[in-house]
């Protein structure tokens, strides 16, 4: 009897709870923060807490369920303990075990680990008392406790040093935005391949981008609800576009349209302007490198590709069956360009950034939420696969319109499609699909330092000679869009 009661007294006690979850927290944190200390030089905390947070949410949850079981506060948290203890250092015990039983495989790992589990938690529940489980989670916690404040006295310097130099660097760029791009503002040129306008999406995928809409306007973005290119070929539509003038068509030779996009007016009329270019995404085709590289990556990876992340994973007892996302080459120049565009650090002053980002353009391979299809797929008979890299791309570029705006608001953004979805790789189901003038509308947006610029209407190069006009004083004709060939 004074044993229940001793169980039903440190269920209810406040200091037995306190000492249970922060005993948890210490055991579940510290491989995690461990990991974060031994690399706080390349890595950011916000990296590990994502894993951080679906541990303690595992831990909790067994925790729980062991108070009802064990009927004792301090005997939950000892098993929810050791519990956790395997499940974060899967990976040494299966070292172990397989040095021991080189035949085993994973499954023979988990069922031993569930057997020998269940064994020591039926022994903890009959033969300790909630008060000697109460002393042992006391000292479990300072244990790793101490070590968690150890590891991180040491990382502390290098740190403080990171954090220091991001935020000097950020700091600098500020006061170049203040002193300098009020005469010459940064120009963003974001062009995304095959991304609809908005009434094409409503008319043939019932899809109503009108959020979308209202967060640009929200931030000051001038929007044409009724623009066309001259055409449905992006070589075309990008050589005339980069030039201001309409002196290619769909006849004109490849070889021809090549020359003339890597040595466009626009370039060189910005850069005699004083602007550096800078190229983002896909932009071999007009002579220009790509500024993304590894180590403006936002993620820290080792050489293999993996992130702190998937190291912390592949500890743990997921780690057979985890697989970090991998990207094709295809897919990581899509990723990287988002990234890049959306990381103030790469924020220059005095820069015209081009982006040609291949996305929504097929093949697609991402759902709504970023997360790569395992095969990429040209689906267009399935509306749903342009639809969701579509819906991906749009919370993409709110992201990078919202970061420029709020490091850059003197900046100009320059959002545009060089056509609607077009469905190249199904010509049968392209012309039965789609109206050919709708597949020439695009979708176009301009930020102009918070100020009003007309745009309604405009093509893709109309919009630039209008843009030009209101910022270099220039008088540049509104020219007759050519014929959709």
């Known amino acids: ?8 007294n440190a269920i209810y006690g406040v200091k037995a709870w306190i000492i249970a979850l922060i005993s948890i927290f210490a055991v579940i944190s510290y491989p995690v923060l461990f990991l974060y200390f031994q690399n706080a030089e390349e890595v950011r905390f916000i990296e590990v807490i994502s894993p951080l947070f679906v541990f303690m949410a595992c831990g909790l949850i067994v925790f729980i369920i062991s108070v009802f079981i064990a009927k004792s506060v301090s005997l939950a948290a000892l098993i929810t303990n050791f519990c956790m203890l395997i499940v974060l250092n899967y990976a040494f015990i299966e070292k172990i075990v397989y040095k021991i039983f080189p035949m085993f495989y994973y499954w023979h790992v988990y069922a031993i680990l569930v057997f020998g589990f ?5 022994l903890l ?7 000697i489980a109460n002393s042992v989670v006391l000292v479990i916690g300072i244990v790793f406790g101490s070590l968690i404040v150890l590891n991180g006295i040491v990382a502390f310097p290098t740190i403080i040093k990171k954090i220091t130099v991001e935020n000097k660097t950020l700091e600098h760029q500020a006061e170049d935005n203040k002193t300098e791009m009020g005469e010459l503002p940064n120009i963003y040129f974001l062009l995304f391949d095959e991304y609809s306008s908005i009434d094409f999406m ?15 306007l929200k931030d000051g973005f001038n929007i044409s609800y009724t623009s066309h290119n001259d055409s449905i070929s992006t ?14 068509n769909d006849k004109t030779s490849t070889i021809e349209k090549d020359f003339y996009r890597k ?20 932009v071999q085709a007009y002579g220009l490198v790509n500024s993304v590289s590894e180590k403006q990556d936002l993620s820290a990876k080792t050489v293999t590709g993996e992130t702190i992340k998937d190291i912390i994973y592949k500890n743990t007892i997921i780690r057979p069956l985890y697989k970090a996302q991998a990207y094709t080459e295809a897919q990581k120049l899509i990723i990287s360009a988002f990234e890049y565009l959306a990381d103030p650090k790469n924020y220059s002053k005095n820069s015209f950034t ?13 759902n709504k939420e970023g997360i790569p299809y395992k095969n990429p797929t040209s689906n267009w008979k399935d509306d749903k696969y342009y639809l969701e890299q579509y819906i991906f791309t749009t919370n993409k570029i709110i992201e990078i319109i919202d970061s420029i705006i709020s490091n850059d608001p003197e900046s100009i953004i320059i959002l545009q499609s060089d056509h609607s979805a077009r469905a190249s790789s199904d010509p049968d189901l392209s012309s039965s699909k789609f109206l050919h003038q709708d597949k020439t509308s695009i979708f176009n947006a301009v930020y102009y330092k918070g100020e009003k610029l007309d745009i309604e209407g405009l093509s893709g190069v109309n919009t630039l000679r209008s843009l030009l006009n209101k910022l ?8 007759e869009l050519p014929s959709a060939n």
């Open 1 to 8: 009897m004074d044993k229940v009661t001793k169980s039903n």
């Open 118 to 122: 269940i064994i020591l938690a039926r």
């Open 125 to 131: 529940y009959k033969k300790i008392s909630a008060d």
């Open 202 to 216: 409503r008319k043939y995928y019932n899809y109503d981008n009108s959020a979308f809409e209202s967060h640009l």
């Open 235 to 248: 070589t075309t539509v990008t050589t005339n576009l980069l030039n201001l003038n309409y002196i290619v």
């Open 263 to 282: 040595n466009n007016y626009l370039f060189g009329y910005l850069n005699e302007k004083g602007y550096a270019i800078k190229g983002v995404g896909s």
């Open 354 to 366: 081009f982006a040609h980002i291949v996305c929504p353009h097929e093949p697609f391979y991402f």
């Open 472 to 479: 270099f004083n220039e008088n540049f004709e509104v020219i």
